[in-house]
């Protein structure tokens, strides 16, 4: 068992869309996720609505915590999504998690978007203000509310906690000011600690603590018995991630020892693709994962890839059953048949 003890794990389902997107099947998955001992499900803003779909991830779950990674409120009324946030902890008995983003680019859904960052900032304060007041009105650049009381406020007290993915300095800060966890970008574990110290650091600046934020890691990962099948599993879906994650300012190729950038999925090789991702034997998701640990993450949020139905539930009894032990103790996963009240 790992020395640190504060670590917890969870899981992205979004790439399980990419094989099945029925609701039958997102039961399926959340459930198992629940009975093999992982800490948490989440839904990234992509294939379907995350909000929709953690709620009736709740209703067929009763302890796993429920989060977005990362919703983009860019579209959507602050009102509206207070209101449907505080039902969706209701309704889960106070096991969401909002994970927030202020996306990658300046269209969302087809609809384009100005000052991301700063709608991001005014959505969170109104949110806040919401939850914890009898009765808010608020006047910004870009939402405007009056005399609004939101009658059902949710059970986590003052508020479901917010994660916010964020990487340059101006999502940094409003992490600082607001965020009760942090989703960092960082593919190398040494850049994920200097990002970590600088996060840390602007907590600090505001008067909070920086054990307030949980510091947490969204890598793609691919688990197998066979390091060549973990990467056969993954290089083809994450390649152009690699491309995107190093156009300028970004030194990724230089830092992994190549000198040419990669201009598209074919320049990169299966090297960077290990370097960067959580990948391999058992044995070997340990050791990156330990890499990380030892740079600050305290929470992994994990997007597993596999090319089925059944390869996806083997990855997620694989990791639960011999990555999990390594640093949480041993679980009994083989008699929880329970999945509901």
């Known amino acids: ?25 997102i039961a399926k998955v959340a459930i198992n996720i629940e009975r093999l001992g992982f800490d948490s499900v989440w839904v990234p803003d992509h294939e379907v609505d995350p909000l929709a779909t953690l709620s009736f991830i ?28 505080s039902a969706i902890d209701n309704l889960s008995r106070g096991r969401f998690i909002l994970g927030l983003g202020a996306g ?26 919401l939850w914890r007041q009898p009765k808010v009105t608020y006047h910004g650049n ?28 101006r999502m940094l800060k409003i992490t600082a000011r ?8 960082q593919l190398i574990p040494k850049h994920y600690e200097e990002w970590l110290k ?66 598209k999925a074919e320049d990169v090789p299966n090297e960077a693709v290990e370097k960067c991702f959580i990948l391999g034997t058992p044995e070997e998701c340990i050791e990156k994962m330990e890499e990380f640990i030892h740079s600050g993450v305290r929470y992994f949020v994990l997007a597993i890839r596999a090319p089925s139905e059944k390869t996806y539930f083997q990855s997620l009894e694989l990791f639960a059953k011999e990555v999990l032990p390594h640093f949480k103790g041993a679980r009994n996963t083989e008699n929880d048949e329970e999945t509901q009240d």
């Open 58 to 85: 709740a209703a067929n779950t009763r302890k796993i915590k429920l989060g977005t990674c990362v919703l983009i409120p860019d579209h959507r009324n602050p009102v509206l999504l207070a209101r449907e946030i």
């Open 178 to 185: 607001h965020g009760n966890g942090c989703f960092g970008p």
């Open 142 to 169: 870009f939402w405007s509310v009056r005399d609004y009381s939101l009658e059902l406020k949710p059970i986590q007290k003052p508020h479901p906690p917010i994660w916010i993915g964020a990487s340059g300095s």
């Open 198 to 263: 600088k996060l840390r650091n602007m907590v600090k600046e505001v008067g909070r603590n920086p054990n307030e934020v949980v510091p947490a890691h969204l890598p793609f990962t691919s688990i197998s018995h066979e390091h060549e099948t973990a990467l056969k599993w993954l290089a083809p879906h994450v390649r152009w991630f690699l491309v995107w994650a190093s156009q300028p300012p970004s030194s990724l190729p230089q830092t992994l020892g190549y000198k040419e950038r990669w201009d």
């Open 104 to 129: 990658e680019g300046k269209v969302v859904f087809g609809s384009p978007i100005d000052r991301p960052v700063a709608r991001l900032q005014e959505t969170i304060e109104i949110l806040k203000e």
């Open 1 to 25: 068992m790992h020395e640190t003890t504060n670590l917890n794990f969870g899981v992205d389902i979004g790439p399980f869309f990419k094989i099945k997107k029925s609701f039958s099947s």
